[in-house]
């Protein structure tokens, strides 16, 4: 082969290769990125559900914390009844928060400890002068987030379900305890 063959069979061969790769890395600029399929978003989708689920039920205990903790103190002698339902409570904040979400951080109040939570929402009510109106209300307070608990079952993952169906029950013994089990 002579020369100017090997250079045309270079040159051939070099264009060839060429418009190969130009083949495979572009068709025509209209391809973006890749768009996720039918089972990617809806694993999105219930990621997300589960992220919000988690965040409703830890507001909850967040608030249900406040309550104790405005109650405590304006009654302070109160405080050996209850004590370790706040710490129960405490517990199924920090509980329900873990495991896969990201809940906002939140400020601390000034009449709790610095290592209590308080949630975003705004102070709760001033509790009642009367410790048997204070428990009561305290009381309520364990139902209803006790009721969110149950409520959240219907849509909760497996793993999470058991552990709401778990603090929802304390929540009701709590609410037991703090009317009817002992005198005020």
Avoid: F, I, W
């Avoid at 304006?74 to 405490?90: D, G, K, N, Q």
């Amino acid at each position: 082969m002579t020369t100017t063959g090997r250079r045309a069979l270079l040159r051939a061969g070099a264009a060839a290769g060429a418009a190969a790769l130009v083949g495979c890395t572009s068709s025509g600029g209209e391809e973006g990125p890749r768009k996720p399929s039918a089972a990617e978003l809806e694993a999105e989708r219930v990621a997300r559900a589960e992220a919000a689920l988690r965040l409703r039920s830890v507001t909850a205990a967040r608030g249900l914390l406040e309550r104790y903790d405005t109650t405590l103190a304006a009654h302070p002698a109160l405080a050996p009844r209850l004590t370790p339902l706040r710490r129960s409570v405490a517990a199924h904040a920090k509980a329900l928060g873990e495991g896969g979400t990201t809940v906002k951080p939140v400020t601390t109040s000034p009449s709790a400890s610095a290592s209590t939570p308080a949630s975003a929402s705004p102070a709760p009510a001033p509790a009642p002068a009367d410790p048997r109106a204070a428990l009561k209300e305290l009381a309520a307070a364990e139902r209803k987030a006790a009721d969110r608990h149950t409520n959240a079952l219907l849509t909760a993952p497996p793993e999470y379900a058991r552990l709401l169906a778990s603090v929802a029950a304390a929540g009701a013994a709590h609410a037991y305890l703090l009317t009817e089990g002992a005198p005020a």
